[in-house]
């Protein structure tokens, strides 16, 4: 069967996406010959609706499944199509017309596979103080530290330096908590030491990235430029006074034995009654305080006592 699909052209994370028009598509075609396909479709004619050249092979095409946003040209990216996935293992049921396709260029090769997760990325460059904007890459979910750094290194982020390009020894990668980036201040105090060891899988050890983490990485070769700012927010981060630096530690899962089990609840059943106690005492005493209140103003005594009107509200003067 044949399905049409809104192909769209996301040039970079943050570009205005283009529209490359409805294409007709096997649903039983791979992912990887989809891409042949809309290159050889596209690449003649610049790309349909609005010209694109040139069109990315498409051994640098990442088609990923999109949705419309509402908004007039609005796409929201959605998950990776992996080469070896057909179009109706991909939507299964939810294949139809009218499904959003969007390409994604990549800097250099990409095959993508279940084997892989997409990483969200920045350069830091800190003789320049510029963080650079985000990109995405592809890296295998079993990949040791030093695939990262080869696969940072090809992404061509790292601007140009007098010493020349760094080896991938040189690459320094943190995964940082996002909204640190938004003052340039904290870049130097992230955790750039000690560095994962070249073997160490990038889902264990310091990192352990999943799909859609941020890493921040640099050229190590560059010193920190330690401005006062940086100095300062040095001086809090070590009295403890700058909080978020570093990942907090992550508590221990603990399988606890029928007896502990057994002495944990006593000891809920304990709090529970000792918390209602303390709520019933304070009650107590925010009803003596208003008895009193009331008595000092002369409201009256409550309703019901037979005090003032039968019915009328405590503290309240009726409008005869």
């Known amino acids: 069967d044949h399905m049409r699909f809104n192909v769209k052209l996301v040039p970079s994370v943050d570009a205005k996406v283009v529209p490359l028009g409805p294409h007709v598509l096997q649903e039983d075609l791979t992912v990887r010959e989809i891409k042949v396909a809309l290159h050889q479709a596209?690449?003649?004619t610049g790309g349909g609706e609005s010209p694109v050249s040139p069109m990315p092979a498409p051994d640098h095409m990442r088609l990923r499944q999109a949705a419309g946003t509402g908004l007039p040209g609005g796409i929201k990216l959605g998950a990776v199509m992996p080469d070896d996935k057909r179009l109706c293992d991909i939507f299964g049921e939810r294949i139809m017309d009218g499904k959003f396709i969007a390409?994604?260029?990549?800097a250099g090769d990409e095959h993508f596979?279940?084997?892989?997760m997409l990483l969200r990325v920045r350069?830091?460059?800190?003789?320049?103080?510029?963080?650079g904007p985000m990109d995405e890459v592809a890296v295998r979910r079993a990949a040791p530290t030093s695939e990262l750094r080869e696969v940072l290194l090809s992404s061509q982020l790292l601007p140009p330096t007098e010493r020349g390009p760094p080896a991938s020894e040189h690459l320094s990668v943190v995964k940082p908590f996002g909204y640190l980036l938004k003052d340039l201040a904290n870049l130097p105090l992230l955790k750039w030491k000690p560095q994962p060891r070249e073997d160490v899988p990038i889902s264990e050890g310091?990192?352990?990235l999943k799909d859609g983490d941020l890493v921040v990485f640099k050229d190590s070769r560059e010193e920190e430029v330690l401005s006062?700012?940086?100095?300062?927010?040095?001086?809090?981060?070590a009295t403890g006074g700058l909080a978020g630096l570093s990942a907090p530690v992550e508590q221990g899962f603990v399988i606890y034995t029928e007896e502990q089990q057994r002495e944990r609840e006593a000891k809920l059943k304990v709090e529970e009654v000792e918390r209602k106690q303390e709520a019933d005492q304070r009650l107590a005493q925010i009803m003596e305080g208003l008895a009193k209140q009331r008595g000092e103003t002369g409201g009256g005594a409550p309703?019901?006592?037979?005090?003032?009107h039968g019915g009328d509200v405590a503290g309240c003067t009726p409008v005869e």
């Open 113 to 116: 596979t279940d084997e892989h």
């Open 206 to 208: 310091t990192l352990r």
């Open 123 to 131: 350069c830091w460059s800190p003789q320049a103080q510029v963080l």
């Open 228 to 237: 006062e700012e940086v100095l300062d927010k040095q001086k809090q981060a």
């Open 303 to 308: 309703s019901g006592t037979g005090g003032g």
């Open 42 to 44: 596209l690449a003649s």
């Open 103 to 106: 390409i994604q260029p990549t």
